[in-house]
């Protein structure tokens, strides 16, 4: 007959604390890094928080805040883009206002180039 | 050899599943990460696309990290004695360590006994203990934090998570070579890839100090 051996079953209380040592250790890393990284999105989000008040700050301080009430584009239109009156989305104003990007800007320049020298 | 007759019970069930389950995770995480570092279109292609070989880099990475982590609570007793040997290093392991376990033919000397793993099997456990935290502490980061974290911190997970992949691949591949190439340790081969047994003659004469220790099971 073939005898089996294996080990003995238990352990003892050096195992014991070792292997729970080493888990312990393995658990304050983790929570360490765990806080590290929550921290971080703490600042974070504070960052963008703070950012986004300065912006909205900003913007109550300013004398003109709506650029349809703004007197030199009133102007604009009354004196070119719709002479005579102040009326949005003319042929002019949206050839003139209105921009293009990449492959679509030589033929920007060349719109605008038809425009130059007209005025009121 | 001895003449010791009969087979001893090396690595349980659950142990060799892990085993297996890590080894596997091990492939995929290793073959995604130098697909995607060195932009590898095979292998990228072999997942789907580097978009999908970095999805399941990241999910495999969950069952790299689940798998140990479950094994360990449910085989605590297990955990605790494996840590307890390759914790310890007497004066056998340092001068194992001098003769190289007599693996290299112009060292020459006495090789002492050993606990159930040699020190150089102790050292291994330890590289990828450590090695398998800095994974998953670099990692985890890098998949959910890059949008919270400065750039310098991701750069440093990046860099540490790359290093730690090539030693790891390296020692890998030392074990790999030990475990299932050279004639005189892949005697052991069985006990961890298939039925968990190692020849009693090979064990009291590998692993002296542990046979000693050893009680019948039949
Ligand atoms: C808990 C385990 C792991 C986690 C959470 C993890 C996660 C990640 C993540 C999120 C990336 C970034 C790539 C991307 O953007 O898709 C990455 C890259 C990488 N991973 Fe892992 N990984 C783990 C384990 C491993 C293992 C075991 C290996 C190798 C054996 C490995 C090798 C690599 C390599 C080589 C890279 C590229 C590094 C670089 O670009 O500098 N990883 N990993």
Same mark, same amino acid.
């Given at each position: 007959?073939?005898?089996? @051996?294996? %080990? +003995?079953?238990? #352990?003892?209380?050096?195992?014991?604390?070792?292997?729970?040592?080493? &888990?312990?250790?393995?658990?304050?890393?983790?929570?360490?890094?765990?806080?590290?990284?929550?921290?971080?999105?703490?600042?974070?989000?504070?960052?963008?928080?703070?950012?986004?008040?300065?912006?909205?700050? @900003?913007? %109550? +301080?300013?004398? #003109?805040?709506?650029?349809?009430?703004?007197?030199?584009?009133?102007? &604009?239109?009354?004196?070119?883009?719709?002479?005579?009156?102040?009326?949005?989305?003319?042929?002019?104003?949206?050839?003139?206002?209105?921009?293009?990007?990449?492959?679509?800007?030589?033929?920007?320049?060349?719109?605008?180039r038809h425009y130059q020298g007209?005025?009121? | 050899?001895?003449?010791?007759?009969?087979?001893?019970?090396?690595?349980?069930?659950?142990?060799?599943?892990?085993?297996?389950?890590?080894?596997?995770?091990?492939?995929?995480?290793?073959?995604?990460?130098?697909?995607?570092?060195?932009?590898?279109?095979?292998?990228?292609?072999?997942?789907?696309?580097?978009?999908?070989?970095?999805?399941?880099?990241?999910?495999?990475?969950?069952?790299?990290?689940?798998?140990?982590?479950?094994?360990?609570?449910?085989?605590?007793?297990?955990?605790?004695?494996?840590?307890?040997?390759?914790?310890?290093?007497?004066?056998?392991?340092?001068?194992?360590?001098?003769?190289?376990?007599?693996?290299?033919?112009?060292l020459k000397g006495k090789v002492?006994?050993?606990?159930?793993?040699?020190?150089?099997?102790?050292?291994?456990?330890?590289?990828?203990?450590?090695?398998?935290?800095?994974?998953?502490?670099?990692?985890?980061?890098?998949?959910?934090?890059?949008?919270?974290?400065?750039?310098?911190?991701?750069?440093?997970?990046?860099?540490?998570?790359?290093?730690?992949?090539?030693?790891?691949?390296?020692?890998?591949?030392?074990?790999?070579?030990?475990?299932?190439?050279?004639?005189?340790?892949?005697?052991?081969?069985?006990?961890?890839?298939?039925?968990?047994?190692?020849?009693?003659?090979?064990?009291?004469?590998?692993?002296?100090?542990?046979?000693?220790?050893?009680?019948?099971?039949?």
């Open positions: 007959m073939v005898s089996i @051996l294996a %080990e +003995k079953g238990g #352990i003892t209380r050096r195992q014991f604390f070792k292997g729970a040592g080493v &888990l312990a250790v393995v658990a304050v890393v983790a929570g360490v890094f765990a806080k590290i990284g929550i921290d971080m999105f703490k600042v974070s989000d504070d960052y963008i928080a703070k950012r986004a008040a300065g912006l909205y700050t @900003l913007d %109550e +301080k300013m004398a #003109i805040r709506k650029s349809h009430e703004n007197p030199e584009i009133i102007q &604009l239109y009354k004196d070119f883009l719709s002479p005579g009156e102040v009326k949005p989305m003319t042929e002019k104003a949206h050839h003139l206002l209105h921009t293009r990007y990449g492959q679509d800007i030589p033929a920007l320049l060349e719109e605008l007209e005025a009121a | 050899m001895s003449d010791v007759k009969g087979k001893v019970l090396k690595h349980g069930e659950q142990t060799r599943t892990m085993h297996w389950l890590h080894l596997i995770c091990f492939l995929i995480l290793g073959l995604t990460g130098i697909g995607f570092y060195w932009n590898i279109g095979w292998i990228n292609d072999l997942f789907g696309g580097p978009a999908n070989a970095s999805l399941v880099h990241r999910w495999t990475a969950v069952v790299f990290t689940a798998g140990p982590a479950i094994y360990i609570l449910l085989n605590f007793e297990r955990f605790s004695k494996f840590i307890d040997t390759i914790s310890t290093f007497t004066r056998d392991d340092i001068q194992w360590l001098k003769t190289m376990g007599g693996y290299i033919p112009f002492p006994p050993q606990d159930k793993y040699n020190a150089g099997q102790k050292i291994l456990g330890w590289v990828v203990i450590l090695g398998c935290l800095l994974f998953i502490l670099t990692g985890f980061p890098m998949w959910l934090w890059r949008h919270a974290v400065s750039p310098a911190f991701l750069d440093f997970c990046y860099t540490v998570h790359f290093w730690d992949a090539m030693i790891m691949m390296l020692a890998v591949l030392g074990h790999f070579f030990l475990a299932a190439i050279h004639p005189q340790s892949r005697v052991e081969f069985s006990s961890m890839m298939l039925d968990g047994y190692v020849d009693a003659g090979v064990t009291a004469h590998h692993n002296a100090k542990w046979f000693a220790n050893l009680s019948k099971l039949e």
